[in-house]
């Protein structure tokens, strides 16, 4: 069978692989401003993210306020001290693991969920979680231009949703999914840092790949 008439060129195919390998959840950032053109472009891809009915129920809010910043980073960090006591025997593992970049990084966003979406039944009417699901399409390929313009973002999801509604005065139809960590790094680590740290391993696609029907031994 030949080849599609759209496939893209070798080059260009490559570079989209390797952007999508070469993704990583960042945690570490120099201190230097993200070029507004960057974030520009950047921005513009997250909001070609695909959605369900065409909805769009992604908001995006860019934290200016330094004082703003810090007291989202507070926030983060009375999540992570409650996360670490539901982890039990791993707590002071996990309290070893850098899991946000919140005061360093250039920018700092959080995207949001337009709940008002509800409203849409197109796509939605046996499957409501898809309003969320699109807005993850959002933030991957907000993730995956940052990195095609060498630029790191962590996704923080240690946080307490009301506590970081009420702060940014969001309205009653609306909730944080995200707070987006993005700016310049010194290196993109090799494997992503919970692998590197032991924290937990990557499986390979052929535990996760079935045919037909779930095999009665998969997990």
């Not at 490559?14 to 390998?21: G, L, S």
């Not at 891809?45 to 989202?72: C, E, K, N, Y």
């Not at 693991?97 to 849409?120: F, P, S």
């Not at 939605?124 to 933030?139: F, G, K, N, W």
Request: proline fraction near 7%; include cysteine.
């Amino acid at each position: 069978m030949s080849d599609s008439i759209h496939r893209y060129d070798e080059a260009d195919r490559a570079a989209i692989y390797r952007v999508i390998r070469e993704r990583r959840d960042v945690r570490s950032f120099v201190r230097t401003p993200v070029e507004p053109e960057t974030l520009g472009r950047i921005l513009e891809s997250a909001h070609a993210a695909p959605s369900v009915g065409l909805s769009q129920p992604w908001r995006f809010l860019r934290i200016t306020d330094p004082d703003m910043r810090v007291t989202i980073h507070a926030l983060v960090q009375e999540e992570r001290a409650r996360t670490a006591d539901a982890l039990g025997g791993r707590s002071d593992e996990f309290l070893r693991l850098k899991v946000e970049g919140i005061l360093d990084c250039g920018e700092l966003i959080v995207a949001a969920l337009l709940t008002g979406g509800t409203r849409e039944i197109f796509g939605r009417r046996t499957l409501p979680e898809m309003d969320l699901a699109s807005v993850a399409c959002a933030i991957e390929n907000l993730w995956l231009a940052a990195r095609a313009e060498g630029l790191g973002l962590g996704w923080v999801s240690m946080f307490d949703p009301q506590a970081l509604a009420a702060l940014l005065r969001f309205p009653p139809d609306a909730r944080p999914v995200a707070v987006l960590c993005l700016g310049h790094v010194q290196a993109f680590d090799p494997a992503p840092r919970l692998a590197i740290e032991r924290w937990r391993q990557p499986r390979p696609l052929t535990d996760m790949l079935y045919e037909n029907r779930w095999p009665e031994d998969a997990e």
